[in-house]
């Protein structure tokens, strides 16, 4: 249980960082 739960976090981490990249990008 733990490792899928650390699987979905990492991928939500990617999710937000790659989004912050593009908000950042369109400034």
């Known amino acids: 249980a733990n490792y899928l739960i650390s699987c979905v976090r990492d991928d939500t981490v990617k999710l ?12």
């Open 16 to 27: 937000l960082d790659l989004r912050m990249k593009q908000i950042i990008g369109s400034f």
